[in-house]
């Protein structure tokens, strides 16, 4: 049978890259309209827009990087949640209805890597070389 558990800390790195680096996606809608603008948004944005744009890119630069990971995504986790309740849910119950299936799934992979750890090639590795990563195939 195959071992994939020497590949757990590999795979949750790039979890964490790609699931960042899309978090950040966001901050540059927000910003700078790139890719695009974001549909529906004023501009010049309003206050709650430009602290939620910061608080990506903040975030979305430390997660990638893997610098201060697990309390960087916490607070981004708290930010997709807060997202979801203020924005998506008033819009209705069912998250595909309303838009709120990446607030959703942003929310939970930063949740899991804010108790998981940055994984392989974070500079939280090199920091803290002692931190040993937990798996849960070891039982914690």
């Known amino acids: 049978m195959l071992n994939t558990t020497k590949w757990a800390p590999h795979v949750l790195a790039i979890l964490r890259i790609v699931t960042a680096l899309l978090f950040l996606e966001h901050a540059t809608m927000k910003f700078f ?13 309003p206050a709650i827009m430009i602290v939620a744009g910061a608080i990506e890119i903040v975030t979305g630069l430390l997660i990638t990087a893997g610098l201060f990971t697990r309390i960087a995504a916490f607070v981004a986790s708290g930010e997709m949640a807060a997202a979801y309740w203020m924005a998506h849910a008033p819009q209705g119950f069912w998250p595909a209805l309303n838009m709120g299936e990446a607030a959703i799934m942003f ?30 195939t070891q039982g914690a």
Do not use: E, H, M
């Open 33 to 45: 309209q790139f890719p695009a603008a974001i549909p529906g948004v004023p501009y010049p944005l």
């Open 107 to 136: 929310c939970f992979i930063f949740l899991y890597i804010a108790f998981a750890g940055a994984g392989n090639w974070a500079l939280d590795n090199v920091l803290r070389p002692s931190t040993k990563q937990v798996s849960l």
